[in-house]
């Protein structure tokens, strides 16, 4: 079996021109929606990010306001351009790139983020809404896996869903979203016992660890969807200097029924659901006026 790729790039490009259509329509209505991006420091993979994320905004008619700080600002500097940002009504999305530097708490600076503002959904007001299934900025990169799931026709209702990670940012959030999507689901980890044990039941594998192919072909039941959230750049071997992901891709698709690339599968879906963020805070913004 090979399996069918899932491609995130094609996804991407058919969902962000929706958004310009919905950021057109606003502009329209005198409200063009708006992401503040805030830049700590000089962390080369952080600057990658919100360069695609700023370019992202401006090919969709977002406008972007981007503000750079150095690594050693006070972090009361960072808070209270949160706080204008918040108390600006042509703003609409506000996002602190993480990252940040020693000198920050990151808990509290996601909470400075005003909740109707907070685009990544990463606020715990945000967070718990999720988890309660009630109207809430989904966190990007799992809400990307969703639609690349519905896109590609899986069923989640039923699934037996498998997560590899249990960060903040994707791997807990994504087991709350296909927890209310229907599927059964388990959260592993670097402490699970027998990690294979659990994979090989998944229907639905996603994997968010952050090691390079770490995930191997007898680790996947066949016919499962793998989902490949990691991005790791080789450091050794032939593929030096190359990005692949948490799956052993190559044997994995000859056991998958489908599977995500890397690069090219959830990567570009997470730009892309914090675009359409931004737009939906612009559209809720706009019937708050009205
Ligand atoms: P974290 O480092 O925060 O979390 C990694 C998770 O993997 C942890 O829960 C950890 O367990 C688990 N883990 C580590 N080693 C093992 C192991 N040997 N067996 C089982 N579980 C293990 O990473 P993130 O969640 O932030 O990111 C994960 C990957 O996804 C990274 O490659 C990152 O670059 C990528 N990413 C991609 C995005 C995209 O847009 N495509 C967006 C965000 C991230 P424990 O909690 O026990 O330590």
Not at 218 to 245: Q, S, Y
Not at 252 to 265: H, M, Q
């Amino acid at each position: 079996m090979t399996a069918r790729i899932i491609d995130g790039n094609a996804l991407s490009a058919h969902v962000r021109g929706e958004i310009a259509d919905r950021a057109a329509t606003l502009s329209a209505q005198g409200v063009q929606p708006c992401l503040a991006v805030i830049l700590v420091g000089d962390n080369p993979a952080s600057a990658v990010y919100v360069r695609n994320k700023v370019s992202g905004c401006e090919k969709a008619g977002i406008r972007s306001l981007r503000f750079d700080f150095p690594v050693d600002v006070d972090a009361a500097e960072v808070m209270a351009k949160i706080a204008a940002l918040n108390a600006d009504p042509a703003v609409h999305g506000i996002l602190v790139q993480l990252p940040l530097p020693r000198q920050f708490n990151e808990a509290e600076v996601l909470e400075a983020i005003s909740v109707d503002k907070d685009v990544d959904g990463f606020h715990a007001e945000n967070v718990g809404r999720l988890s309660q299934g009630r109207e809430a900025f989904l966190p990007c990169t799992p809400h990307g896996v969703m639609k690349m799931l519905e896109a590609a026709n899986v069923p989640v209702q039923g699934a037996e869903a498998v997560i590899i990670g249990r960060s903040n940012i994707v791997g807990k959030p994504m087991a709350m979203l296909l927890t209310n999507a229907g599927a059964t689901v388990t959260v592993t980890h670097s402490k699970t016992r027998d990690l294979a044990f659990h994979t090989r039941r998944a229907d639905i594998l996603v994997a968010a660890i952050g090691k390079p192919r770490f995930v191997t072909a007898d680790m996947i039941k066949p016919g499962a969807v793998v989902i490949d959230v990691g991005i790791n750049r080789l450091t050794e071997g032939p593929d030096a200097g190359k990005l692949c992901g948490d799956v052993d891709f190559e044997a994995a698709k000859d056991v998958a029924s489908a599977i995500t690339p890397v690069p090219g599968g959830v990567g570009p879906m997470t730009i892309t659901m914090l675009l359409a963020n931004t737009v939906e805070s612009a559209e809720r913004a706009l019937r708050r006026k009205g």
